[in-house]
């Protein structure tokens, strides 16, 4: 009885020892099997940074073409506005071609005594020391005539508005020669300057200039010299 005893209990150790390194085996393949997922677990946290800000490039298309859109309709504008210039710059030319064609038509064609008179009331009127016989306003106390309006004399007289008066409608009061131009009666009340060219009434281009609370008729041909003349409607 004593020996069948100890030999099952031998039989049972070995059956444990046998048993023991299996599970233990089990166990630590099991361990690994779950390490991986850890760690797999671990690197992906970590990984989730990245992807913290979402980037959208739709949004960012949108907000450029928007721009492309804003510019392009501010350089329209642009346009739009100049050609609106340009076009009101042009009609205004022409308007004033128009009525310049307008104011000839209605003047009469001179005849050859008219130019007569007109030459020879110029040349009555020629000074033979024209730094004594001048005078300009100040020294002949002022001018009193009429005064063109602001907007007429810019769009019609100054440096930048010479004309001819050859053409014009002339008359002689007082003695002194007297044209139109514009609608203004304009008399000289200075001899001419000497140095002018015989012709320079029918050849010249002068203009009328408001200078020292006054008016001057200069010729373009010989700069410096200013006529003092009156303005009546």
């Known amino acids: 009885m004593k020996a069948i005893g100890l030999t099952s209990t031998a039989i049972l150790?070995?059956?444990?020892?046998?048993?023991a390194p299996a599970y233990a085996q089990h166990e630590q393949q099991g361990e690994k099997q779950d390490h991986p997922q850890q760690q797999g677990g671990h690197e992906q946290g970590k990984s989730q940074p990245q992807h913290a800000?979402?980037?959208?490039?739709?949004?960012?298309?949108?907000?450029?073409?928007q721009h492309n859109q804003q510019q392009a309709q501010q350089k329209q504008q642009q346009q739009v506005q100049r050609n609106q210039q340009q076009a009101q710059q042009r009609q205004q030319q022409q308007n004033q071609h128009n009525q310049q064609q307008a104011r000839n038509r209605q003047q009469p064609q001179r005849t050859q005594r008219q130019h007569n008179v007109e030459q020879s009331a110029w040349q009555q009127h020629r000074s033979q020391n024209w730094q004594s016989d001048h005078r300009n306003?100040?020294?002949?106390?002022?001018y009193h005539g009429y005064r063109i309006p602001d907007d007429r004399y810019r769009g019609y007289f100054g440096p930048s508005h010479g004309f001819r008066i050859n053409g014009l409608p002339f008359l002689v009061v007082g003695g002194y020669p007297r044209f139109q131009y514009?609608?203004?009666?304009i008399s000289t009340?200075?001899?001419?300057?000497?140095a002018w060219g015989n012709d320079w009434y029918d050849n010249d281009d002068v203009y009328v200039n408001y200078v020292d609370n006054g008016y001057y008729l200069y010729n373009r041909n010989y700069p410096g010299q200013g006529?003092?003349?009156?303005?009546?409607?």
Not at 53 to 65: D, E, I, M, T
Not at 189 to 194: F, I, K, Q, S, T
């Open 137 to 142: 306003w100040q020294q002949r106390g002022g």
């Open 227 to 233: 006529i003092a003349i009156n303005i009546t409607l």
């Open 13 to 19: 150790s070995l059956l444990l020892g046998i048993a």
């Open 182 to 185: 514009q609608g203004y009666w």
């Open 53 to 65: 800000q979402p980037q959208h490039p739709q949004q960012q298309q949108q907000q450029q073409v």
């Open 189 to 194: 009340v200075d001899p001419w300057p000497e």
